[in-house]
């Protein structure tokens, strides 16, 4: 079955960075465009960057965009988040994920559609500190 398995967060000082891995098992990896979610207590779950399924397209929620790096390494079956100038207001739990229907890439791939229904990741704490 599908299982995803996050690693890498931790704590940082503002305007530090961390990166995030989300190494995915049970379905052919290449064939999904991949996502990263972050929650903080008593908000919904928001949605961070997508990475196409060759990893040629990217997208980004605008919160992150110039910060944030998503990257995939389709022979690793691993994906990636590479989170530089770090803002207090990044402290989440931050999830990998994949739509459970088929979504290689284009509209169900974009940082403007995160209606999809997925499958997640344990979730991973980043945490920064002013």
């Known amino acids: 079955q599908v299982q995803l398995a996050e690693s890498g967060g931790g704590s940082v000082q503002a305007g530090g960075s961390l990166r995030l891995s989300c190494t995915a098992t049970g379905y052919k990896f290449e064939n999904h465009c991949m996502f990263w979610f972050r929650q903080t207590p008593g908000k919904e779950r928001e949605g961070v960057a997508t990475?196409?399924?060759?990893?040629?397209?990217?997208d980004y929620d605008d919160s992150v965009k110039g910060r944030f790096t998503i990257s995939r390494e389709n022979d690793k079956n691993t994906f990636y988040l590479q989170m530089d100038s770090l803002k207090p207001e990044d402290t989440a739990v931050y999830y990998c994920?994949?739509?459970?229907?088929?979504?290689?890439?284009?509209?169900?791939?974009?940082?403007?559609?995160?209606?999809?229904?997925?499958?997640w990741g344990q979730g991973a704490q980043v945490t920064v500190s002013s």
């Open positions: 990475i196409s399924s060759g990893g040629y397209a990217t």
């Open positions: 994920a994949r739509a459970r229907e088929l979504c290689a890439g284009g509209r169900c791939c974009s940082a403007r559609n995160w209606g999809n229904d997925y499958y």
